[in-house]
């Protein structure tokens, strides 16, 4: 964010009708103090900002050049980007200018490569005083309940890195939240069953759960080493191919939701985990489906808003599809990168497109 106190100083005192000598002597300056201001050299001392904000009667984000509407709408666009291109190099120019942004910190901190899920212990202790101090800035001062909770479970994997895995789960016991307990599951709670608000939020609330189900699922059978390949690739797609016929049919969304969660989460896996051996044909067979799954689910959400804001919105977007296949044409996953070479897998993504 550029910072443009400076030329704000310069115009205010213009405004006022008062000299440079006038405003240091106000401010208890010297007059090159406030020359190198006006000129962007320097910044005023942060003790200085009230004063300054006083004397010129204005308040402080006008003297900083500070516009909330246009800042939110930088930083919305930012992630948006960073989401949909998945390109650590966004973040970290993000970070350098955005700084003590919560958002962007809290984004930036987790391309650190530590990951959320099974988190690489090696990089968490390597990067751990620049991430500890990042964790320590949230909690002591954003607002942000999931922000928050994310740094929460960053200091646990921290901790869990340095050997001091009981301290990490004990951070865990004492700062996160059972569902029963969320924000959604509580605004369920707060309407009587015959509001249109209960039923849009257990509605929503079905949604996330459904989703979160569907992402379950395949976690089981794709880690269990214990499945053979096959056998885990075959029950996996006969469940969420009958998911979406069944939905197909009765038009419902909350089974096109896990069939398209199902067959997401498959093909993520299979490009990303080798240990899995997947070939380029169940990959391509897997994609096509999640694909339709997508384009069927983003068609039923444009008339089912509880849908639309839990499995939709939620990225920032107005379309799964183009949301799907954005994230499949820039995901710089070697696997992924080797494969849009092959013409089978970018003829099913350009079928969508």
């Given amino acids: 964010m550029k910072i443009m106190i400076?030329?704000?100083?310069?115009?205010?005192?213009?405004?006022?009708?008062?000299?440079?000598?006038?405003?240091a002597?106000?401010?208890?300056?010297?007059?090159?103090?406030?020359?190198?201001?006006?000129?962007?050299e320097t910044y005023p001392d942060i003790s200085l900002l009230q004063p300054l904000a006083f004397y010129f009667g204005v308040s402080l984000d006008t003297l900083m050049g500070y516009d909330r509407e246009k800042y939110e709408k930088e930083i919305d666009g930012i992630l948006l980007?960073?989401?949909?291109?998945?390109?650590?190099?966004?973040?970290e120019k993000?970070?350098?200018?955005?700084?003590?942004?919560?958002?962007?910190?809290?984004?930036?901190?987790?391309?650190?490569?530590?990951?959320?899920?099974?988190?690489?212990?090696?990089?968490?202790?390597k990067h751990k005083d620049e991430i500890g101090k990042i964790c320590d800035k949230i909690l002591e001062g954003c607002i942000d309940i999931g922000i928050c909770t994310g740094a929460w479970k960053m200091k646990a994997i921290?901790?869990?890195?340095?050997?001091?895995?009981?301290?990490?789960l004990q951070i865990h016991r004492e700062n996160a939240v059972s569902w029963y307990q969320t924000f959604e599951q509580l605004n369920e709670q707060l309407f009587t069953k015959d509001r249109p608000e209960f039923l849009y939020w257990v509605s929503r609330n079905m949604y996330e759960l459904v989703d979160f189900g569907a992402d379950k699922l395949v976690k089981s059978k794709f880690y269990d080493r214990d499945i053979p390949y096959n056998e885990m690739v075959s029950?996996?797609?006969?469940?969420?191919?009958?998911l979406y016929k069944l939905g197909c049919e009765l038009d419902e969304a909350y089974l096109i939701a896990q069939a398209e969660t199902i067959f997401g989460r498959l093909r993520n896996d299979l490009i990303a985990r080798e240990f899995r051996g997947a070939t380029d044909g169940d990959i391509i067979r897997i994609t096509d489906k999640n694909?339709?799954?997508?384009?069927?689910?983003?068609?039923?959400?444009?008339?089912?808003?509880?849908?639309?804001?839990?499995?939709?919105?939620?990225?920032?977007?107005?379309?799964?599809?183009?949301?799907?296949?954005?994230?499949?044409?820039?995901?710089?996953?070697?696997?992924n990168v080797k494969l849009l070479e092959n013409d089978a897998y970018r003829a099913v993504i350009e079928k969508y497109r």
């Fill in 6 to 23: 400076g030329a704000n100083i310069k115009r205010l005192r213009t405004e006022k009708g008062v000299t440079q000598e006038q405003l």
């Fill in 25 to 40: 002597e106000a401010m208890n300056v010297s007059c090159a103090a406030v020359s190198k201001w006006e000129r962007a």
């Fill in 81 to 91: 980007e960073f989401r949909t291109k998945r390109d650590r190099r966004i973040i």
């Fill in 94 to 125: 993000a970070y350098r200018e955005y700084p003590n942004d919560y958002r962007i910190m809290y984004s930036y901190m987790w391309t650190l490569g530590v990951q959320d899920a099974e988190p690489d212990l090696d990089l968490a202790r």
């Fill in 158 to 168: 921290l901790l869990h890195a340095e050997g001091k895995t009981d301290e990490a």
């Fill in 235 to 242: 029950t996996l797609e006969k469940i969420g191919d009958g």
């Fill in 291 to 335: 694909l339709a799954a997508a384009e069927k689910l983003t068609a039923l959400s444009k008339t089912d808003k509880p849908c639309f804001d839990a499995l939709v919105k939620i990225h920032n977007v107005s379309d799964l599809l183009d949301f799907t296949l954005n994230s499949a044409l820039s995901w710089q996953n070697p696997r």
